[in-house]
C-alpha cells in the first residue's frame, strides 16, 4: 500500500518564524487531506488538496501529484499552530482508507 | 451540520471488562472509518465500514475486537477483555462516498484507559 513519509520529524520556531512541512509519497497522490491535532488532541482539517495550491489565512497548501509531495508553509507562527501536523492520503483499488504520516510535531515559542 | 460525534469522550475500563465506543456520522455521510493512536504515534488504520457492511477490517485485531454499522443509529467499536495495551485514543472518521473526490472528517476521539 502507500507509504506517506513525513519531514521534519520535529520543529521549533519562535513566535513570527516561517516554515515549510513536507509530505512525500510513494504512490500516486488520490485525496490528499492536512489535518492538525491540536495538543488537547483534537483533529482539525486543514486542506483537503489532491492537486494545486490552496491559502487559508497563514496557511497554505501545495501538491504537486505528478512528483508525489504536498507542502504546507505555516507564516508568522504563532503559539497556537503548535501541535501535529499529519498528511494522509486515499489509498486507491480494493478498499479505500486514509493513510497517515507519522506527523510533524510542532513547537512555537513565545 | 453537526461533525462527527464520539462518545464518551473518556472512558475508563478496568482489565477485563469491555469498551463501547461510539460514532455517529456526519448527516448525510455512510461511511465511517476507525483508527487507533498510541501516545506519541501517529494514526493506524482499524476498520471501514458502510452501512450493515465491514467493507475492510484488515487494521483490526483479530480477536476481542468488532465492529459495526447498523441501518439505525451510531457506529460502535467494542472491545472485549480490555488489556492496558488498549489503552489509546480511538478515532472516527466519516466520509460522504468512498474513492477519489472524497475529504474525511474525524471526530474528537474517544481516549480508553484502562486500569
Known amino acids: 500500500g502507500i507509504q506517506v513519509e513525513q519531514s521534519p520529524p520535529d520543529l521549533i520556531l519562535q513566535e513570527g518564524a516561517n516554515s515549510t512541512l513536507r509530505c512525500n509519497f510513494s504512490d500516486s497522490v488520490n485525496n490528499l487531506q492536512w489535518f492538525h491535532q491540536n495538543p488537547w488532541g483534537q483533529l482539525i482539517n486543514l486542506f483537503y488538496i489532491p492537486s494545486g495550491t490552496k491559502q487559508n489565512g497563514r496557511l497554505s497548501a501545495t501538491t504537486v501529484a505528478t512528483e508525489r509531495y504536498s507542502l504546507l508553509y505555516i507564516s508568522s507562527s504563532q503559539t497556537t499552530d503548535s501541535g501535529v501536523y499529519f498528511c494522509?492520503?486515499?489509498?486507491?483499488?480494493?478498499?479505500?482508507?486514509?493513510?497517515f504520516g507519522k506527523g510533524t510535531k510542532l513547537t512555537v515559542n513565545p | 451540520n453537526a461533525g462527527v460525534m464520539q462518545n464518551p469522550r473518556h472512558l475508563v475500563r478496568r482489565r477485563g471488562q469491555e469498551a463501547r465506543l461510539r460514532c455517529s456520522p456526519m448527516?448525510?455521510?455512510?461511511?465511517v472509518y476507525w483508527y487507533r493512536q498510541l501516545p506519541e504515534e501517529g494514526l493506524k488504520f482499524m476498520v471501514y465500514l458502510q452501512k450493515e457492511n465491514i467493507i475492510d477490517e484488515s487494521g483490526m485485531p483479530k480477536e476481542r475486537f468488532s465492529a459495526e454499522f447498523p441501518k439505525e443509529g451510531p457506529s460502535i467499536l467494542r472491545i472485549q477483555q480490555v488489556v492496558r495495551g488498549d489503552s489509546a485514543a480511538y478515532f472516527c472518521?466519516?466520509?460522504?462516498?468512498?474513492?477519489?473526490?472524497?475529504?474525511?472528517?474525524f471526530g474528537q476521539g474517544t481516549r480508553l484507559t484502562v486500569v
Open positions: 494522509a492520503d486515499f489509498t486507491q483499488g480494493g478498499s479505500e482508507k486514509l493513510v
Open positions: 472518521a466519516s466520509s460522504p462516498r468512498s474513492g477519489i473526490d472524497t475529504e474525511a472528517f
Open positions: 448527516k448525510g455521510h455512510s461511511h
